[in-house]
T-cell receptor, first 110, second 115 residues
Framework: KNEVEQSPQNLTAQEGEFITINCSYS?????LHWLQQHPGGGIVSLFM???GKKKHGRLIATINIQEKHSSLHITASHPRDSAVYIC????????????FGKGTLLTVNP | NAGVMQNPRHLVRRRGQEARLRCSPV?????VYWYRQLPEEGLKFMVY????????ESGMPKERFSAEFPKEGPSILRIQQVVRGDSAAYFC?????????????FGSGTQLSVL
């Protein structure tokens, strides 16, 4: 069974700070997803990656397959980035049977 | 293009009642998945459906829970005789295929509260 650990559980930052959220998993995977969940709202898929690095706007996601570790970075953080960020891994070649981390609650203060 | 639509957003039931949660996938998506998010826990896979077929229900409790995705209309997750432990956020997602790394589109969830 794959375990997914995220750190930190909670993170408070000031607007403009560089944010890093970490995700570690225990067994081999085929892909890793980063999701964003706003308070009381839905879930948005931010990235899917199986190697290397991806960038979208101020968000950057990296993965190191050998070390079984991924990071999500937010540059120039903004209060609207406040949300729960969830790491999820897929194994077995299908996209839906994900193992999810418990999430990192990010609060960005103005 | 509308995303995944779930309703109701909030559902309150008393113990022993039935709860029906609805999910309309993204137009053109034929694969629907249900996930449950218990308080203080991560999301957990429940069931995967295609039109008129349950493909994988390995994450769904064996009793009181059922799901369907009829030829016409939304997918329904049904919980009979609800108990307090069923209180959770239930999310539906859809995708055009189930290939490795295929992006999932999530709905806004239904928050079920059992009194």
């Amino acid at each position: 069974k794959n375990e997914v650990e995220q750190s930190p559980q909670n993170l408070t930052a000031q607007e403009g700070e560089f944010i890093t959220i970490n995700c570690s998993y225990s067994v081999g995977i085929s892909a890793l997803h980063w999701l964003q969940q706003h308070p009381g709202g839905g879930i948005v898929s931010l990235f899917m990656l199986s190697s290397g690095k991806k960038k979208h706007g101020r968000l950057i996601a990296t993965i190191n397959i050998q070390e079984k570790h991924s990071s999500l970075h937010i540059t120039a953080s903004h209060p609207r980035d406040s949300a729960v960020y969830i790491c999820a891994v897929e194994g077995g070649g299908s996209n839906y049977k994900l193992t999810f981390g418990k999430g990192t609650l990010l609060t960005v203060n103005p | 293009n509308a995303g995944v639509m779930q309703n109701p957003r909030h559902l309150v039931r008393r113990r022993g009642q039935e709860a029906r949660l609805r999910c309309s996938p993204v137009k053109g998506h034929s694969h629907v998945y249900w996930y449950r998010q218990l308080p203080e826990e991560g999301l957990k896979f429940m069931v995967y459906l295609q039109k008129e077929n349950i493909i994988d229900e390995s994450g769904m409790p064996k009793e009181r829970f059922s799901a369907e995705f009829p030829k016409e209309g939304p997918s329904i997750l049904r919980i009979q005789q609800v108990v307090r432990g069923d209180s959770a956020a239930y999310f539906c997602a859809s995708s055009p295929t189930t290939g490795m790394g295929e992006k999932l589109f999530f709905g806004s969830g239904t928050q079920l509260s059992v009194l």
